[in-house]
């Protein structure tokens, strides 16, 4: 039976997902989570430029702490074409696929710029297979929902937030983000993305900016000259997607609680108001204490909270990675997760595996909250919830 006709089935296909021995462990009675991954999905994303090698230390903290025997494990396989072309552009693609494929890309060069193919994100030979892999895990996550195989799906080399219909930005290639959102747009008729990355969710605000069925919420760093410059709060939508789009601007030393308390307020406003059937939320690690982005004070308490608040809807949930450079604190972070909605407890001592030493020099799960000044001051924050409540209003009575 081919792959497409597989995925039109209404129910989730095991015999082709299930893979490696931890499945033969797990107890389908309890398990609702979903992991996908597999070795080609893995070593692909290792390449990827700015985090060569962290596919592999997520997955092996994660390993080593025995979720993987917990968890529906699905190995994925590279995105159909027509998926990928559900947003992007077919010149973008076609362009990106011909540098992916060339040793030299001299003679694509002005073609490659037009396409943002340069700079922070430079065409090398393979991009394209990696990016249409992420994707295609991605899309696998979003279909484990879609077709009732799990209650979250868990994608941590997807979540490339940057990208545009015909532009690679921000060390994006292909928004797998978008692409998972159209899948499940497919079963679920509205959709909430949750951003919780340092950086703005531009790519997949844009997407959607103009659409009631999918509401955007991005809690990020805006001050100037920060990429990508844009998230400020007066941004809400537009045409039938006005007030549908919400953004929380902050600045630097946010602390986590402050950064919990606005994520439960904001959210707990926009489920009231919204009413989603399913949500994916991209669980960007760069706002964690001690990333090389050097700007929030957060501890992986806070992501694992404020991840943990979107659980407790019981609806349908992706997740996905996304920003992260410091690679031991991302793996902590994001296996922390993994374990919180599988709602394992794990101690605080690092297992030893293969990156034990990355983790030195505590050797400790989780991390501490930063001391950088707080520069969000209680009346920046009241405004910023006041400007979400005012839209969320004007949002319902539309």
């Known amino acids: 039976m081919a792959d497409d006709e597989k ?22 009675r309890s398990c609702r989570v979903a992991y996908v991954f597999n070795e080609e999905l893995i070593k692909l994303s290792d390449e990827l430029p700015k985090i060569k090698g962290r596919a592999s230390i997520v997955h ?44 030299d890309d001299e003679k694509w060069m002005e073609e490659a710029e037009t396409f943002g193919l340069t700079y922070d994100c430079p065409a090398y030979p393979g991009i ?28 941590w080399t997807g979540g490339w937030h940057h990208a545009k219909r015909d532009e690679a930005a921000g060390f994006c290639y292909i928004n797998d983000i978008v ?11 509205k959709v909430l993305y949750v951003d919780l990355d340092l950086h703005h969710g531009d790519g997949v605000e844009d997407a959607f ?28 939508g537009m045409g039938k997607g006005q007030y549908y789009t919400v953004n ?47 700007s929030f004070n957060l501890s992986t308490d806070a992501l694992v909270d404020s991840v943990q608040f979107i659980t407790n809807w019981k609806l349908p949930l992706l997740l996905l990675g996304g920003g992260g450079y410091n690679m031991a604190n991302t793996a902590r972070c994001w296996t922390a997760i993994t374990a919180s909605v599988l709602k394992e407890k794990l101690p605080s001592d690092i297992p030893e595996h293969r990156f034990f030493p990355l983790y030195g020099p505590d050797y400790e799960l989780t991390t501490s909250q930063g001391n950088r000044i707080d520069r969000n001051k209680d009346s920046h924050l009241q405004n910023v919830i006041a400007a979400v409540d005012n839209r969320l209003l004007h949002g319902s009575k539309s």
């Open 209 to 236: 900016c103009a659409t009631s069925k999918v509401m955007t919420v991005s809690f990020h760093k805006h001050a100037p000259g920060f990429f990508p410059g844009t998230g400020s709060s007066d941004d809400c």
């Open 128 to 155: 394209f297979d990696t990016a249409s892999y992420i994707t295609g895990a991605s899309v696998k996550a979003a279909q484990a929902l879609s077709h009732n195989y799990a209650d979250v799906a868990i994608n």
């Open 248 to 294: 929380v601007p902050l600045q630097d030393g946010m602390n986590d609680e402050n950064f919990v308390s606005l994520v439960k307020r904001v959210l707990g406003t926009v489920y009231k108001s919204f009413k989603p059937q399913a949500v994916v939320c991209q669980c960007g690690a760069d706002g964690l204490d001690g990333d090389p982005m050097a």
């Open 7 to 28: 995925d039109e089935q209404s129910t989730f296909p095991t015999d082709e997902t299930e893979t490696n021995k931890e499945n033969d462990r797990r107890d389908e």
């Open 60 to 103: 092996s903290l994660i390993r080593s702490y025995g979720l993987l025997s917990k968890m529906r494990l699905i190995s994925p396989h590279k995105a159909k074409l027509t998926d990928i072309l559900l947003f992007h552009s077919s010149e973008y693609i076609d362009c990106l696929q011909k540098l992916s494929d060339e040793d």
């Open 179 to 189: 692409v998972a959102i159209l899948i499940l747009r497919q079963k679920f008729d």
